[in-house]
């Protein structure tokens, strides 16, 4: 483009003058457009990216269409070849003739005498309607079936038995995996959730023997929770067999009980394994993209929503997530009997309390300790006595001479590991992450301490969750987690290839 | 079996069985839904007084009552005549009655039933206004229930035509009890809600302004409108909320240059009228935009450089597809679309062009724009004539207009087509628009020779406009309604201006010396003024003022002396000496002021009056008397002088006023 004649006379240029307001769309003769303007009136350009489409405004008018057909920013063949020139994106460009005239420019630096949040609202709706009525033929109801599977199988990956056998109940849709198989994994998350890896391990190679065997990596990783819980005081090995099952401890209400906290969804489809720290946005209840949490207000964050989530849950999921809450509970115990009182004034609530060990604020403690203690009542009486302040391992000698006798076990699995694979830089970084803890005398206030929040029991509990399914020749991923992740990723594209709707579309929206 | 089964449960509604009724009632429920014949035949069975029986009766248990609020409620979405069999059986007044019930479930069903009832076309609805209970209960039932809000607000917008319905409703507090329900989650609340504010406000001002200052939870409710206006709410709702608005406006309750109006407002209307909405919201769009735009000149300009209104509602006179069933459910008529769009169309351009000449000639740039008006003015659709009418009343306001465009089209046939046989309700803006016509077409106005082709074209016209444009003026002029009067007279006026001797005699012969004196003693001072005038512009060149006076003269002047000693503002004083001025510019007609002194001496009076506007009328008088080229000028200077006027107009040298000054000099200059 010449730039030294005014915008619209030339090839790929356009422009609305002035002085006749005519339109000019790549040619030196204009078209009869809008009013004239002159100086004090405000001009605005809008290039509309989804139907390349361009309006004027004056002063903060729409003076209408102005220009349809507009070069797209990059059509698809340039991705593959993007040293096409010619088909150039556009700027805004102004042309002056007088000398000494003045222009100021605004790109919405400050508020446009436009109203073009209006515009724009109406565009995210239109785009919303373009997808809620897209056109899909159900001729044979396949649609619809289609749609029951995504939700069944999400129910059932999740081991959210109860719900799933009812939904497929009313829907008849089958379930590929049999009942006492969901419920099997349903246990191990209960415990890997509940930070009881050890357990979870051993129940891991009883029901699924040789899975382990198979994926030393994920034992790894399992092991390397282990430790961290081992710190935590909350893995059975520390903590005493008090609680040995946790079938056990919730009886009767257990078979229809869900996990308790919400699974990860992993927003990149390509990602083979689930990295704890790359997750993060895509689930629905929750924030899980906690990283090193430096405060405390961000455990609570979580533990409120799970508070929330039980609303939507059955009576038997309530009494799982008392128990998760008993916990905590238990943690902020076994770490410090004195904040427990400053607790009780509700400190958290106003965000003042920074320190990371208080996990609870004081009322949902005392409401899930008074309120369900008909279960937890045994659990309660486990619970080492207070001390001063949170203890490695709970403060028993015992349990950290078995918490470093671990380590030592770890440290040997991970050279035999390096041995036999070659190294790997992840399990390299968990174990130096997980061993960081001991060099801190209070690892919870440590750089390294937001390993121990509960919140990073979710991705490991995901791994192996999606392990056990695939050695059961089942989907590692439940199909709505896909189409969440192709749609993440298929929004990506479009903003890459630079289709204007992407930027009208929020795949949150549809997450709630 | 079928049949038997039916008569069964009619039988054991009409029995005094009790048991039977409430299972019976719920047959018939089921029965009649949605099934017009079975309705028919339900009500020809005489089943309503016994249901209205019962919902009167607070013996019957409430259950009972409620089915037979809601088979009513059925019966009412059938056929206009079952709606008629149920208002005429006093079924209006006894669901009424049956709001002041505790149990919801009944007042919702009777709710139902009358929001059907006042849904449909000529609804009793003077009903709700007669018991002065009823409106306040109403609102105090308002907020019970969605379907309370839902079916109350329905029945208010549909029941609010006159200006005392909105006066009774305000006064009940409608506004403050409808202003949460903009709020509302549900859309089924909010658009009857707006419905309601519309109607409430509409041309009323004191409803507006109450309007405009309440507010809930600390918004005004134009405020709350405004969020309505939103573009990501559906459509229905931003062309609502921008016509509460615009009634709100117009009701003086928002000023037209507030930010709400004059960006928010009009741009949703013109948003309304684009190609992408409905035909439906595309005629409310331009019939609201008119009301919006028609007075302020501001509103004007900036709606016609918006989003290109005027080529949008070019495209809506080309739209010919003519009838489509009505999308609103509520009312299933035959709409003809084309004529709708037409009106819409011709009324906005009326409003955009009301006050600027730009304007207009982007107006008449219009493909056949011309051609649509004179087939509007022809077509039989009231509406599309009134629209093409104003349309072309607020283009004749145009001069350039009337010489070139006008004249090319014989806009003037259908017109007093119009006038002669059309509705009633066309006369005002018809003789508006006749008037402007009579500006052009008036004859002896001067115009350059090349457009000589086009002269002999606009004479011919010319002829036949007078034929009946003085018949239709002169009819007009006898009317009881003063602005019908006023055009009439006006018209004439302007026929008059500059005329041929035989137009003005035609003129007076038609309307008659009676008539145009009756109109001099007309309660509307402007009709007097154009009265005046006419006579002026009859008496204008010098043989013409001989002629007419020889016949008229003796009225005429009988005329200004009435007018003269009457109580009337300056104005009219001023027009009437300048009638005498126009008298004594003749050569004969000079001798009716100077042979009646009564006259003279009143313009002796005039010449020392207070208002120098009268002066100078009543000197330029005794200059054309004195005047010394004309014959018997020395004879007429001799009586002036002896009567004083010489030494009055000598005095007179020491005014101040420039005019007035030369006006005496030059008169003071003809004595010899």
């Known amino acids: 483009v010449n730039m030294n004649r005014l915008p619209g006379w030339d090839k790929q240029s356009y422009g609305y003058h002035g002085d006749d307001g005519h339109s000019f769309c790549s040619s030196g003769t204009g078209q009869p457009y809008g009013p004239t303007f002159t100086t004090g009136d405000v001009i605005g350009c809008c290039v509309n990216l989804i139907d390349n489409s361009c309006f004027y405004t004056k002063n903060g008018i729409n003076l209408g269409l102005a220009f349809t057909d507009l070069p797209q920013k990059i059509t698809g063949k340039e991705i593959i070849r993007p040293s096409t020139k010619n088909k150039s994106n556009l700027y805004p460009t102004v042309g002056l003739q007088t000398p000494g005239e003045v222009v100021e420019a605004n790109f919405g630096q400050t508020p446009f005498v436009f109203d073009i949040e209006d515009y724009m609202k109406e565009w995210h709706m239109k785009t919303k309607l373009t997808i809620e009525r897209f056109p899909v033929s159900d001729k044979k109801g396949e649609w619809q079936t289609a749609l029951q599977q995504i939700v069944s199988t999400y129910l059932v990956h999740h081991g959210y038995c109860g719900t799933a056998e009812a939904f497929s109940r009313s829907t008849g849709q089958s379930i590929e995996e049999d009942m006492s198989s969901i419920k099997h994994r349903q246990r191990i998350q209960k415990l890997v959730l509940a930070g009881r890896m050890g357990e979870a391990i051993e129940t891991t190679q009883q029901l699924y023997p040789g899975l382990l065997e198979r994926n030393l990596n994920l034992l790894f990783m399992l092991k390397c929770r282990q430790f961290i819980e081992m710190v935590n005081g909350t893995d059975t090995e520390v903590r005493g067999p008090a609680i040995r099952s946790p079938k056990s401890r919730h009886g009767s209400g257990s078979n229809r009980s869900s996990p308790n906290m919400s699974p990860v969804h992993h927003t990149n489809s390509n990602s083979q394994k689930n990295t704890p720290i790359g997750s993060r946005g895509n689930s629905p209840n929750r924030p899980i993209g906690v990283k090193g949490h430096s405060s405390g207000s961000s455990s609570q964050t979580s533990q409120n929503l799970q508070v929330s989530q039980t609303n939507n849950q059955s009576v038997g999921d309530l009494k799982t997530i008392s128990e998760e809450h008993m916990n905590h509970a238990n943690i902020a115990m076994n770490g410090s009997g004195c904040h427990m009182i400053q607790d009780d004034d509700v400190e958290m609530m106003d965000g003042l309390v920074t320190e990371t060990k208080t996990f609870t604020n004081g009322n949902s403690e005392g409401t899930y300790m008074n309120g369900n203690n008909h279960t937890c009542k045994s659990e309660e009486m486990d619970v080492d006595t207070p001390s001063g302040k949170r203890q490695l391992c709970g403060g028993s000698q015992a349990a950290i001479e078995k918490m470093l006798l671990f380590g030592r076990d770890l440290q040997s699995m991970s050279q035999r590991l390096k041995r036999e694979y070659g190294k790997s830089e992840s399990n390299n970084k968990s174990l130096q992450n997980a061993f960081s803890l001991l060099a801190y005398s209070d690892p919870w206030n440590s750089p390294v301490g937001y390993q121990l929040d509960p919140v990073q029991r979710e991705p490991v509990c995901a791994a192996l969750n999606s392990a056990i399914l695939e050695s059961q020749g089942l989907p590692k991923q439940p199909p709505l987690e896909l189409v969440i992740a192709q749609s993440t990723e298929c929004m990506k594209l479009m903003s890459k290839a630079k289709i204007g709707s992407c930027a009208f579309a929020n795949l949150n929206d549809y997450l709630h | ?672």
């Open chain 2, 1 to 672: 079996m079928d049949v038997d089964g039916r008569m069964g449960m009619v039988d054991s509604i009409l029995s005094e069985n009790k048991d039977k009724w409430l299972e019976s009632m719920i047959q018939v429920k089921n029965r009649v839904i949605g099934n017009n014949k079975q309705k028919d035949e339900i009500i020809h069975q005489g089943v309503i007084p016994r249901l209205l029986q019962w919902i009167i009766d607070e013996d019957i248990p409430v259950e009972l009552r409620t089915e037979s609020a809601i088979v009513l409620g059925s019966l009412a979405k059938g056929t206009t005549e079952n709606i008629n069999c149920l208002v005429d059986s006093g079924c209006v007044a006894v669901l009424l009655k049956g709001l002041s019930s505790n149990n919801i479930k009944f007042i919702e069903a009777c709710l139902r039933c009358l929001r059907t009832i006042f849904l449909s076309e000529n609804s009793p609805l003077e009903q709700i206004y007669q018991d002065h209970t009823v409106i306040p209960h109403l609102i105090n039932i308002l907020s019970k229930s969605f379907c309370t809000q839902e079916c109350i607000t329905t029945i208010f917008s549909n029941c609010c035509k006159t200006a005392d319905h909105q006066n009774a409703l305000s006064r009940n507090g409608a506004i403050a009890a409808l202003a949460p329900l903009l709020c509302s989650s549900s859309y089924k609340v909010q658009m009857p809600t707006l419905k309601c504010f519309a109607v409430l406000c509409y041309e009323n001002e004191t409803v507006s302004k109450a309007a405009a200052t309440a507010t809930y939870n600390g918004e005004s409710i134009p405020n709350l409108l405004l969020r309505l206006l939103s573009r990501d709410k559906p459509s229905e709702m931003q062309m609502a909320a921008a016509k509460c608005l615009t009634y709100l406006c117009r009701g003086g309750a928002i000023p037209t240059h507030c930010p709400t109006i004059q960006n928010k407002t009009l741009s949703t209307l013109i948003r309304m009228c684009k190609k992408d909405r409905t035909l439906e919201e595309n005629v409310e769009g331009a019939e609201t935009l008119a009301y919006l735009i028609e007075e302020d000149a501001n509103l004007q300009t900036l709606a016609s450089i918006s989003d290109h209104i005027i080529k949008t509602l070019a495209d809506y006179l080309r739209y010919t597809s003519v009838q489509q069933i009505n999308t609103r459910s509520t009312n299933r008529k035959v709409v003809n679309w084309s004529n709708e769009l037409k009106q819409a169309a011709f009324r906005a351009f009326a409003s955009l062009g009301a006050n600027d000449e730009e304007i207009r000639k982007k107006i008449i740039e219009t493909e056949n724009l011309m051609e649509h008006i004179v087939n509007g003015m022809n077509c039989s659709d009231l509406k599309v004539q009134m629209g093409a009418v104003r349309c072309l009343h607020s283009l004749s306001r145009s001069v350039q207009q009337l010489r070139t465009t006008f004249q090319d089209h014989t806009v003037w046939k259908p017109l007093m087509n119009l006038m002669n046989n059309g509705s009633k309700e066309l006369l005002p803006v018809a003789s508006s628009t006749l008037c402007n016509l009579l500006l052009e077409f008036s004859p002896g106005r001067e115009r350059p020779a090349s457009e000589s082709p086009r002269l002999s074209v606009s004479q011919k016209n010319k002829a036949c406009l007078e034929a009946g444009a003085i018949n239709i003026l002169a009819k007009l002029t006898s009317r009881s309604e003063g602005d019908l009067r006023l055009n009439g007279i006006w018209g004439l006026m302007n026929m008059a201006f500059q005329a041929d001797l035989s137009v003005k005699i035609q003129i007076v012969d038609v309307i008659g010396t009676e008539q145009l004196f009756r109109l001099l003693s007309d309660p509307d001072p402007a009709v007097l003024i154009k009265t005046l005038g006419l006579i002026r512009n009859l008496l204008a060149g010098r043989t013409d003022i001989d002629h007419l006076m020889k016949i008229y003269g003796s009225q005429i002047m009988q005329a200004v002396v009435f007018i003269l000693e009457g109580d009337h503002v300056v104005e009219i004083k001023e027009q009437t000496l300048c009638i005498l001025t126009n008298v004594a510019d003749g050569d004969e007609a000079k001798e009716f002021i100077m042979g009646n002194e009564d006259v003279l001496k009143k313009l002796m009076t005039y010449m020392l009056h207070t208002n120098v506007k009268l002066q100078i009328a009543a000197t330029s008088c005794i200059s054309n008397l004195v005047w010394n080229e004309q014959e018997g000028a020395y004879n007429r200077q001799a009586k002036l002088r002896d009567l004083g006027i010489q030494k009055l107009l000598q005095q007179l040298l020491s005014a101040n006023d420039a005019v007035l000054f030369d006006k005496v000099k030059t008169a003071l200059q003809q004595f010899t």
